[in-house]
């Protein structure tokens, strides 16, 4: 079982609509969740964190945590089709691993106009 | 401005050489990290160091080398043994904080290496 998976996608959405992405983690200790975005070509950006419970907004990004059903997701308001991008989750390890990051292999989303 | 620097951005190596990336970070990070991203895939961790001096192996450490002489500093050599080194190459570093806030991981713009 990998640590963090997510939907490979793609996911499409009409611009304007609301995208939905979703990510699950298999260690149920973990505390620290980070969602990035990362163009074609380019490095990852970080564009959310999440530590507690519930939701985090930020602009036109809202990420969402559910630690007992060990779940990260990530909605994107008013999608531009310059979101158009691969979203990678990432979870912190804790205790033992706490300096290791664990992505997932990433969700595409193609926001179309 | 504080960030990560990696370079070459671009680099061509012929088989059975050993090529060296930079990576340089002036954001105060203890952790460093090197990952190595294919072509629609995700990321996998090559190396990473907690401190200056130290460094521990990730899923992919065969045929690559590190040092972590000063703390801003973690070049990645990717040697002759790498069978296949064509790829993106991406450092990164992270701070320690207290729980629960532990710190994010950044990244800098990456290497793309390419064996001809």
């Known amino acids: 079982q990998k640590e963090v998976e997510q939907n490979s996608g793609p996911l499409s959405v009409p611009e304007g609509a609301i995208a939905s992405l979703n990510c699950t983690y298999s260690?149920?200790?973990?505390?620290?969740f980070f969602w990035y975005r990362q163009y074609s070509g380019k490095s990852p950006e970080l564009i959310m964190s999440?530590?507690?419970?519930g939701d985090k907004e930020d602009g036109r990004f809202t990420a969402q945590l559910n630690k007992a059903s060990q779940y990260v997701s990530l909605l994107i308001r008013d999608s531009q089709p310059s979101d158009s991008a691969t979203y990678l989750c990432?979870?912190?390890?804790?205790?033992?691993?706490?300096?290791?990051?664990?992505f997932g292999s990433g969700t595409k989303l193609n926001v179309k106009p | 401005d504080g960030g990560i620097t990696q370079s070459p951005k671009y680099l061509f190596r012929k088989e059975g050489q050993n090529v060296t990336l930079s990576c340089e970070q002036n954001?105060?990070?203890?952790?460093m990290y090197w990952y190595r991203q294919d072509p629609g895939q995700g990321l996998r961790l090559i190396y990473y160091?907690?401190?200056?001096?130290?460094?521990q192996k990730g899923d992919i450490a065969e045929g690559y080398s590190v040092s972590r002489e000063k703390k801003e500093s973690f070049p990645l050599t990717v040697t002759s043994a790498q069978k296949n080194p064509t790829a993106f190459y991406l450092c990164?570093?992270?701070?320690?904080?207290?729980?629960?806030?532990?710190?994010?991981?950044?990244f800098g713009e990456g290497s793309r290496l390419t064996v001809l």
């Open positions: 990164a570093s992270s701070t320690y904080r207290d729980y629960p806030n532990t710190g994010e991981l950044f």
């Open positions: 260690d149920r200790g973990s505390q620290s």
């Open positions: 999440i530590y507690s419970n």
């Open positions: 990432a979870v912190r390890g804790h205790v033992w691993n706490f300096n290791k990051f664990y």
């Open positions: 954001l105060n990070h203890d952790a």
């Open positions: 160091s907690q401190i200056v001096n130290d460094f």
